[in-house]
C-alpha cells in the first residue's frame, strides 16, 4: 500500500558540447584568502509552473555568495549576471579591485554555460584563470554541491514556489540569512560576510 514519493529533478550540467574544457587546477591548491578561488554552481529551485535555475558563485575560503541570479531558463545570460554581480561585489569590498583577483581561479563545472566564448571572454578580461572539474564532477565540486544542499535544506529552498517572482524573494533571503547569519563550523563558528570583509 505503501509507495515512495517520486522525486523530480532537473538536470543542470550538458558538458557534450563543441567549447573547449579547461583543466581542473585547484586540486592542489591551498586556500588562503578570499577571492582566491570562486566556485559556480547551478541548481534548481521548483515552482509551481516548472524549474527555476539558480546560479551561484561561492567565494571558497569565506564561504560567501559573491555573486547570483534566479531566472526561469537554463541560458547563459543567469550565469553572466551571477558573475557580474560577483565582480561587482570585488570592486565594491576590496580598496585594490586589481590586487584583490590577482591570480583568482574561477572553478565550476564543465557545463555549456561556463565554457561558452561570452563567459571565458569575461573572464579572461578580468584576468581569471580558469579551472574546470574533469573525472567526478561532483567530488571535484564538492564545496558548490555543498552551498546548494544548504540552501535547500536549511533555509528551505527545496519547497515548491507558486512562480519565479516568489522564488526570487524567497532566494534572495536565503542567500542573506546563509551571508549574514548561519555560523559554519569550518570558518571557527564566525560567518561567511565577516571572514570576507575582515580578510578580503
Known amino acids: 500500500m505503501l509507495t515512495l514519493r517520486k522525486k523530480y529533478s532537473s538536470r543542470t550540467t550538458n558538458s557534450l558540447h563543441r567549447f573547449y574544457k ?8 591551498k586556500v588562503t584568502k578570499p577571492n ?34 534566479l531566472s526561469d531558463s537554463l541560458e547563459l545570460k543567469g550565469c ?3 558573475l557580474n554581480k560577483a565582480l561587482y561585489q570585488v ?3 576590496c580598496t585594490e579591485h586589481s590586487r584583490s583577483i590577482k591570480q583568482l581561479i574561477h572553478h565550476s563545472d564543465r557545463g555549456i554555460q561556463y565554457c561558452s566564448n561570452q563567459y ?18 561532483c567530488y571535484e565540486n564538492a564545496l558548490a554541491e555543498r552551498v546548494n544542499g544548504i540552501l535547500k535544506d536549511e533555509f528551505y529552498l527545496d519547497q ?5 517572482a516568489h522564488a526570487k524573494r524567497a ?9 549574514e547569519i ?15 570583509k575582515l580578510t578580503a
Open 120 to 137: 571565458t571572454q569575461i573572464l579572461k578580461r578580468n584576468r581569471i584563470n580558469i579551472s574546470m572539474t574533469e573525472e567526478n564532477h
Open 160 to 164: 515548491t514556489f507558486t512562480d519565479t
Open 36 to 69: 582566491q578561488v570562486w566556485l559556480s554552481d547551478i541548481t534548481y529551485i521548483r515552482t509551481v509552473k516548472g524549474f527555476c535555475y539558480l546560479a551561484l558563485i561561492t567565494d571558497m575560503y569565506s564561504r560567501k555568495i559573491v555573486g547570483y541570479d
Open 80 to 82: 553572466v549576471r551571477a
Open 91 to 93: 570592486k565594491n569590498t
Open 182 to 196: 548561519r555560523l559554519h563550523l569550518s570558518l571557527d563558528y564566525k560567518i561567511p560576510n565577516m571572514v570576507y
Open 22 to 29: 579547461y583543466k581542473n587546477i585547484i586540486k592542489n591548491v
Open 171 to 179: 532566494t534572495k533571503n536565503a542567500i542573506n540569512l546563509y551571508n
